[in-house]
C-alpha cells in the first residue's frame, strides 16, 4: 500500500483480516494482556484513542506504562500501522525504553517505528527529506553549541561590534530563543530589536545566510525549518496529517513554543492527540519551556478528555504528602492528589548544619551508616541513593568529603565525552568528509596538527571562498593549483585536500529517503559501495592526517588518555552503520554513560535527576537565595518562582523511602562567607510528615566551639524565640519520639520574618567573621563593620549581643 487512503481504518477496527490476526491486532473486545496491569485511569487513558487526550501524569505515576499500552492498544486493534504513530520524546533514552517496552506488550520486535524519537531526531528525518524547501542540501550538517559560537564570532567582528561587552555566546542565547519562539528574521517582532544592543536582529539574518551557504543548521533549526515548511506548503502538511493518524507526546508540559506549533499543525486535521505530562514537574524555562502549553490544553482542542493518574507507584505517603503540601502553594496548575498504598514508612528528615562542609560531612557519614544498615534499616546499595544540589557548585564539598572518606560517587551532567577537545577535534575531520561545505569544522583542523597555515593563510583561503563562492577546502584546491599559496603552507594544503578526496571515496553509502518514496517505506543509496568500513576509515583518517601521531609525541601529561579516547572514539562507531549516522547522533544526544561497574553514589542537579528515581535522596543547600534562587526570582518573579517550588517538588517525588532535606546557616560563595536564611520552602512542608534532626555540634562547631557556654545559651535561645508555632510544635513532638533523639528539640529553624531587636551601634558577635559593630539595620539583615573580617550583611538570628569586655581572642 502506498499510502493510508488504501487503508480502511474502520474496517480493520471492526475486524481484523487473517494477517492481522496473525501479527498479533485483535478487536476491542478481545482478550489484550497488555491491560491487564492498568488501574482505572492508566485504561482509561489508553481505550480514549478518538479526539484529543490528555493524560495529567503526576511523579510516578506509571506514565510510561500507559503510554506504550496506548501505543500498542492502536496496533493490536487495527487502528494504525506502526509507521502511522508519531510518539515523541524529549530524550533518547526515554525513545529507547519506550521501543523496547512495546514491542514486549507485543511480544515481537518492533521495527516499523520510524517516527517515534525525540523532536529533534524527527524533524532531522523529516528536514532531510525537504531540505531544499528551505535552501538546503540532503547532507547538511548540524552544528553544535561551540561551531555555532565561532560562527557568531566571526560575524560580530565583521559587524565591528565590541565582542567583550557583547560575547557571541550571549547572542547565540538570543538567537536560541528567538527559535523556541519560533521567530525567523522575517518574523521577528519589532519589540525585540533592542537585542544585543540593537545588533541583534541584523546578526540574525546574517547568521541564517551563512548557515545556508555552509549547508549548515543549529538545533533550533530543527525545528524552525520544518515548521517553516509545514507553513508555507499547505499540501505537505496534509500529506503528514493523513500519514500521522495518531500523535502522542511525551513531557508535554517540556515543549517551547516551536514544539507546540510543529505539534499542532500536524494535528490540525484528525486531532488524534494525545499529550502526557505534568504541569507540576514544569522545570525547563530557563531553556524555553512553556508550562502555558500543558495549562491551555483544553482550549486549544475543544473537548478534549483529560484523565488524572494520581495513584503513586514510587513514593511512601509521607514523601507525597510533603511534595504535595509544598506545590500547593503554586497557582498556576490543573491540580491533583497523588495517592499510594504504599505502607507509610520514614518521615521526611529535616536537618540544619553551620555550614555547606558540616552538609556534605554528615550526608557522607549518613550514606556509610544506611550502606552498614546500622541506622537502624537494612543495608542500602550505594546505586540506590543520590544527593540532588540546586546548583552545580555545591558538589565541591561532597566530592572533597567523599574522595577524603573513600566513597565511591559519580557526578552526572559534568564535561562530556564529545566535549573534549581531542574528539572534537576528529569529529572536525569526520564532519568535513561527510560534507566539503562544512567550513567551520575545515577552519578547526586545517592547521591541527601544525601545517604551516598561519592566520594570514587562511585568511586568503576565506577571501578566495568568499568572492568565488566556494566552501573553504575548495578555495584551498583553487590557491593550491594558481599558485597563489607559496612554501609550506601549499604544500601541506595540497596534501590535506588529497586526503579528504581519498578519504571521500572510501565513505559508506548514506540512505536518505525522497518525497516520492515517503509512502512506500523504500529507500535509495546515494553513494556507491565503498571497500572500506567506517569504521576502517576513521582510523586511517586519524592516522593519515597527522592527528594520533601528534598526541604520541606529546610531552603533555593527559596526552595518553588523549589517544585512549580516541581509541574509544573509534570504538564507538561500532554501533552505527554509517559515518554520517555516527555524526548525527553525536549532535542530538550526548549521552555519558560509565562503563565501571563499582557501586557509586550519584551526585547531580535537580534538574538533570527530572524522570529518575531513588531509594534513598538527599536534598541539601535548602536556603533562601540558593533554594529557591535568587536569580531566578530576580529575572522572572513569580514565575521564577512557581518553577524552583515545581524544582522542589520534583526533588522530593524522586525519593521512593527516605527523603532528606538539610540547610546551611552558613555558606561559602565564590570565596565569600555568607549566612542563610532556610528556604521558603520549609515553612510549605506539612509538620505531620516531618521529622526534625538537629546533628551534634552543628552550632558552634569547628568555629565556635571554644565560645563560653553563656553565649551559646544566649544564642540558642535568642534563635529558639524566633521559631514560629508551627516549628515549636514540631520540635516537641520530635523530642518526644525516641528516633529522634534528644537533640532534635535544639533544631535551629529561623523564621524568615523576624524582626531585628538590635539598634545600630550595638557590639554584636558572629561565629565565623567574630567581633562588629552594627553599622544599619534594614528589616532582619544587618550591616556590620566586622573587626577583622571588614564590612558584610548578616542577618539578626545568627549574631547575639556583645559588650567591649566580651572582646577577647579565642
Known sequence: MSSYDEFDASDAAAKPSLSQRARGITTAGQAAPYLDGLNPAQREAVETLDGPVLMLAGAGTGKTKALTSRITHLIRTGRARPNEILAVTFTNKAAREMKERVASMMDQPIDGMPWLGTFHAICVKLLRRHAELVGLKTNFTILDT??????????????????????????????????????????????EGSAFNGHGPGLYKQYQERLKSLNACDFGDLLLHVVTIFQKYDDLLNQYQRWFQYILVDEYQDTNVAQYMWLRLLAGGHKNICCVGDDDQSIYGWRGAEVGNILKFEKDFPGAKVVKLEQNYRSTPHILAAASSVIAGNEGRLGKTLWTDREEGDLVRLISHWDGEKEAFWIGDDIEAQQR?????????????????????????????????????????????????????????????????????????????????????????????????????????????????????????????????RWRAHLSPVLVTDDTSLFDDETQPLETETALSHIELAEIILDESGYTDMWQKSKEVDAPGRLENLKELVKALEQFENLQGFLEHIALIMENDSHEHEEKVTIMTLHGAKGLEFPVVFLPGWEDGLFPSQRSMDESGLKGLEEERRLAYVGITRAESLCTISFAENRLVYGQWQTQMPSRFIDELP??????????????GGYGAARPTAQMEERAQRADAYNSP?????????????????????????????????????????????????????????????????????????????????????
Open 146 to 191: 561551540d561551531d555555532q559560537v565561532r560562527l557568531l564570532k566571526q560575524l560580530i567582528r565583521a559587524a565591528g561590534v565590541d565582542e567583550k561587552r557583547w560575547p557571541p555566546r550571549t547572542l547565540a542565547n538570543i538567537i536560541d530563543s528567538w527559535k523556541n519562539r519560533a521567530f525567523t528574521p522575517e518574523t521577528l517582532p519589532s519589540s
Open 687 to 700: 509538620e505531620d510528615h516531618v521529622e526534625i534532626l538537629t546533628p551534634s555540634g552543628v552550632h558552634g
Open 373 to 501: 544498615g546500622t541506622r537502624g534499616n537494612a543495608p542500602v546499595s550505594l546505586e540506590d541513593m543520590a544527593i540532588l544540589v540546586r546548583a552545580s557548585h555545591q558538589m565541591r564539598a561532597f566530592e572533597d568529603r567523599f574522595l577524603t572518606i573513600g566513597l565511591p560517587y559519580r557526578v552526572i551532567g559534568g564535561p562530556r565525552f564529545y566535549e573534549r577537545l581531542e574528539i572534537r577535534d576528529a569529529l572536525a575531520y569526520f564532519r568535513v568528509v561527510t560534507s566539503p561545505e562544512d567550513d567551520l569544522a575545515f577552519e578547526r583542523i586545517v592547521n591541527t596538527p601544525k601545517r604551516g597555515v598561519g592566520d594570514k593563510a587562511l585568511q586568503t583561503i576565506q577571501v578566495t571562498a568568499r568572492e568565488r563562492g566556494l566552501p573553504l577546502i575548495e578555495a584551498a584546491r583553487v590557491l593550491t593549483q594558481s599558485g597563489d599559496l607559496k612554501g609550506k603552507a601549499k604544500i601541506e594544503l595540497a596534501k590535506l585536500v588529497a586526503s579528504f578526496d
Open 726 to 810: 508551627g516549628w515549636k510544635r514540631m520540635q516537641a513532638r520530635n523530642a518526644a519520639r525516641p528516633s529522634a533523639g534528644p537533640s532534635a528539640a535544639r533544631n535551629m529553624v529561623i523564621d524568615a520574618k523576624v524582626v531585628s531587636s538590635f539598634k545600630q551601634g550595638d557590639r554584636v558577635f558572629h561565629d565565623k567573621f567574630g567581633y562588629g559593630t552594627i553599622m544599619g539595620i534594614e528589616a532582619d539583615t544587618l550591616d556590620i563593620e566586622f573587626d577583622k573580617a571588614g564590612a558584610k550583611k548578616a542577618k539578626a538570628a545568627f549574631v547575639i549581643a556583645a559588650t567591649r569586655a566580651d572582646d577577647v581572642p579565642f
